[in-house]
């Protein structure tokens, strides 16, 4: 059975579920409300994120989001009970990351024999027979990328939780040459505006509050509050972009494909930037997850 699981920063995401928090809290026994339990231990999900981590495979956590990210595609996928799933599981990196850590970061899922757990009081077993790693935003992109073939050049720039990952399309095909992995994701918005927002205006605003905010959503923070979240906001965009064009990329000359929460997030900002030629957007926040998928069925259909 296969699934895609894409490990962001801020959020596990797979094809067909809702994207969760990337946050653990782990006890030895039973808290109260849903839990997986797991070697000995208990791991509810939490509001509070794991602090970035450049190597995802320091400890067990980013291995026990993955089941339960497996177990919640089950559900989602409406599979019935069964004794075993054999597991195939694509996952990605960044693109600057991967040469150096694709191979460490397939082998830390691949667990010897059967993996046992219980999520939701439900037993599982399961046996991940295959694991492979595909570039981010690059997978984000695959199911579209047939509609960038006549142009010489295109860029794909993935805003995540703490990374901003571009890469660039020449004719279609990726260019691994020209890509990096920028530190500009959305968590360094978070912070700047949670910091000027105690500062100036004496408001403990949180990362739900932002995204309340900038999705346009009805909150009860005042005008003030609106307008340095939006200001912030386009200045973070417009700083990213002034940063690619040092890199020499110049986005207002070529297609961009959009692709992350971010880019979602921060659509309304990216267009009045004036500084992008051709947006497109992938508004499927589970785009890497679909798009390991994809490329998955495309390597193992000729083995």
Known sequence: MLIGVDHGNKQIKTVHCSPFVSGLQQS???????????????????SERIPFRKDKTE??????????????????????????????LP????????????????????RDGIV???????????????????????????????????DPKAVVLDIGGFTADYLLLKNGKADLTSCDSLENGVI????????????????????????????GRKTSYPAEAVRL?????????????????????????????????GAILLRRQIESSGKVGTPLFVTNINANAAGFEYLYRLETAGR
């Open 28 to 46: 030895i026994t039973k808290p109260f409300g849903q839990s997986l339990q797991y070697r000995g231990n208990y791991y509810t999900l939490s």
């Open 59 to 88: 400890d067990d956590r980013f291995f026990v989001l993955t089941l339960i990210a497996i177990a919640e595609e089950l559900e989602a996928r409406q599979i019935g009970k069964q004794e075993l799933y054999n597991i195939q």
């Open 91 to 110: 996952v990605g990196l960044p693109p600057a990351h991967f040469g150096a850590q694709a191979k460490k970061f397939s082998d830390y899922f691949k």
């Open 116 to 150: 046992e757990f219980v999520y939701r009081d439900k037993p599982y077993a399961i046996r991940i027979t295959d694991v492979v790693c595909y570039p981010q935003a690059y997978a984000a992109a695959a199911t579209m990328l047939h509609t960038l073939m006549d």
């Open 188 to 215: 360094l918005l978070y912070n700047k505006i949670r910091s000027r927002g105690n500062s100036e205006l004496d408001l403990l605003l949180d990362e739900s509050d932002v995204d309340a905010i900038l999705a």
């Open 229 to 261: 979240v939006e200001r912030l906001a386009q200045e973070f965009v417009n700083d990213l972009f002034s940063t690619l064009r040092e890199r020499m990329l110049d986005l207002r000359y070529s297609k961009v494909v959009f692709v992350g929460g």
